[in-house]
């Protein structure tokens, strides 16, 4: 759908005269086929609702405050056209339409701010929740022991599960948003909080990210050496090494696989 055509069309604005940009005004409480209903919530910031069936079967939109604005418009339309599809049954294919105008949505709503010179909405920096209690393991007690084991106590981080789906296990260093005071956060892949995952794995992978923190990256000719000679080293003298790079290489890419699909671990 071509939302400035509909535009012009609608207001018998010429498409010839491209001098002329057309700037309808249009009422910020409807779509502009009139048959999705925009409400406004100042609570809401970086989310979007709909509810099925207010008019003839139409949905209403709850759309955040800020989305009112003038210049909001043709997000305004994709996200009436979002409303009309995630009100209808959820078949794959609706999925993925769904998915596709969600995310146009948030790239228009991120362009439409930044045109305005208003800051984005990304979650860059923000920190994320920190999660250690899994469904099988709780890594603040893996961490503990590896920590008392192989580092006599002395690392000082925290660890979470992690939140991306990609599947990877990292370190990164984060700020506390009340104190202001750096710390290590390593993030562990949920591959990891799996029945078939024995306790050896994911204290494997604990272990890992906590040489991370006691092995900092190093600078040789201007590249970054990560897993250098030293860190390998390290890294063997893990108990059950083999049982661990093993469970690692073979059993993780499946569990990877059954998140993508969404099955139980
Ligand atoms: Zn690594």
Not at 71 to 89: G, I, K, T
Request: with cysteine; proline share 6%; charged share 25%.
């Amino acid at each position: 759908m071509n939302l400035f055509g509909m535009q012009l069309d609608l207001f018998g604005n010429n498409a010839d005269a491209p001098q002329e940009p057309a700037k309808p005004k249009v009422p910020a409480s409807v779509s502009q086929n009139g048959l999705v209903h925009f409400k406004y919530n100042t609570q809401l910031k970086k989310s979007i609702r709909c509810k099925g069936g207010v008019l003839f079967g139409h949905p209403e939109v709850i759309l955040p405050a800020y989305m009112k604005d003038p210049e909001f418009a043709p997000a305004r339309e994709l996200a009436a056209e979002w409303a009309e599809h995630a009100v209808r049954r959820k078949t794959a294919k609706n999925k993925a339409i769904i998915k596709d105008l969600v995310s146009r949505f948030w790239t228009l709503v991120e362009q439409i701010l930044a045109d305005r010179g208003d800051e984005s909405l990304s979650s860059k920096g923000r920190l994320p929740p920190i999660k250690p209690q899994g469904k099988y393991h709780n890594l603040n007690d893996v961490l503990a022991a590896i920590n008392s084991t192989y580092f006599e106590d002395k690392l000082t981080c925290r660890i979470t599960w992690s939140n991306r789906v990609g599947g990877l296990s990292f370190h990164s260093v984060r700020q506390d948003p009340v104190t202001g005071e750096e710390f290590h956060l390593i993030s562990i892949s949920r591959g990891y909080d799996a029945a078939n995952c024995p306790e050896y794995a994911v204290a494997g992978v604990v272990y890992h990210e906590c040489l991370h923190i006691a092995i900092p990256v190093e600078v040789k000719n201007g590249r970054r050496i990560v897993h250098g000679r030293n860190f390998r080293r390290r890294e063997r003298q893990y108990i059950y090494y083999d049982e661990w790079i093993q469970w690692h290489n073979h059993v993780l890419p499946q569990n990877i696989r059954k998140m993508r699909r969404h099955a139980e671990l």
